[in-house]
């Protein structure tokens, strides 16, 4: 069988957060995260290109940082509540200030 893109950007991503890659095989929508770690819950999609204004509005974020400060993009919906707005960050940024690597303790 083909080792897909997704596939390869889930274990890769897993192996960054200190978690470990959960198969697709037997599973249903929302049964698992596609990372099994201890405090987070990571769905990663993998895409051929994103939309550029979301790599702008990164670059914003982090041209306006200051030291000590993470930059991120909070995405809003029209009509939804504030509580849904989504969070975005860089995996590096976020590596960087959780520590080098975000361990699951297990």
Do not use: C, Y
Not at 21 to 29: E, N
Not at 53 to 64: P, T, Y
Not at 71 to 90: K, T
């Amino acid at each position: 069988m083909t080792d897909r893109a997704w596939k390869r950007t889930e274990r890769r991503t897993a192996a960054i957060l200190g978690g470990v890659r959960v198969p697709v095989s037997g599973r249903q929508r929302g049964d698992a995260p596609d990372i099994r770690h201890a405090w987070l819950s990571p769905e990663v999609k993998h895409r051929a290109k994103l939309p550029n204004w979301l790599d702008d509005s990164l670059a914003q974020a982090r041209a306006a940082a200051r030291d000590g400060q993470l930059p991120i993009v909070v995405l809003h919906e029209a009509g939804r509540r504030h509580d849904d707005n989504l969070v975005l960050v860089r995996l590096g940024d976020f590596r960087e200030w959780f520590g080098p690597e975000v361990s699951d303790d297990e």
